[in-house]
C-alpha cells in the first residue's frame, strides 16, 4: 500500500464522531428537557435510592417516557445521517446531514409529550 491510499483506519474517527452525535444530542436535550420539565429541583438524596419507594422509581425503575423519547431521538438522528451511509431523511433534501437538528428537536418533544401524559393521568410522578 502506498502512503497515498487511504485506509480504514483515517475514516474512523469521522464516523466515531457522526455516532456520536446521534447518540449524545438526543441524550442531551432529553436531559435539558427533563431540567426544564422539573424546573432544575431535583432531590439528590432520592436519586440515588435504588428502592421500590423511591419518586424516581417510575415503573419497575424504568422511566418508559424517557427510554421512548431517547429511542425516538436516536432513530430519528440515525435515519438523517450523512456520512458512513445516507439515512432515508438525509437523502431528500440532496444529502444534507440532519441528524443533530433532528435529534436536538425529536428527543426533547416527545419526551414533554409522553411526560405530560403522565403527569396529567391518575398516576402523577411523586419526583415531579
Known sequence: MNSFT???RHRSPPNV???TVVLLGPSMSLYA???AL???RYDGPALTDESRHSPFWYDGGVNWAGACALTGGVTASALSVNTLCTGPIAAA?????????AGLVV???LYLL???TRLAG???????
Not at 433534501?93 to 437538528?101: F, K, M, W, Y
Not at 391518575?122 to 415531579?128: A, S
Open 114 to 116: 409522553l411526560m405530560h
Open 6 to 8: 487511504p485506509s480504514t
Open 122 to 128: 391518575p398516576t402523577h410522578v411523586r419526583g415531579l
Open 107 to 109: 428527543s426533547p418533544l
Open 38 to 40: 422539573r424546573r432544575n
Open 93 to 101: 433534501p440532496n444529502g444534507v446531514d440532519l441528524a443533530l437538528p
Open 33 to 35: 428537557a427533563d431540567i
Open 17 to 19: 464522531l457522526q455516532l
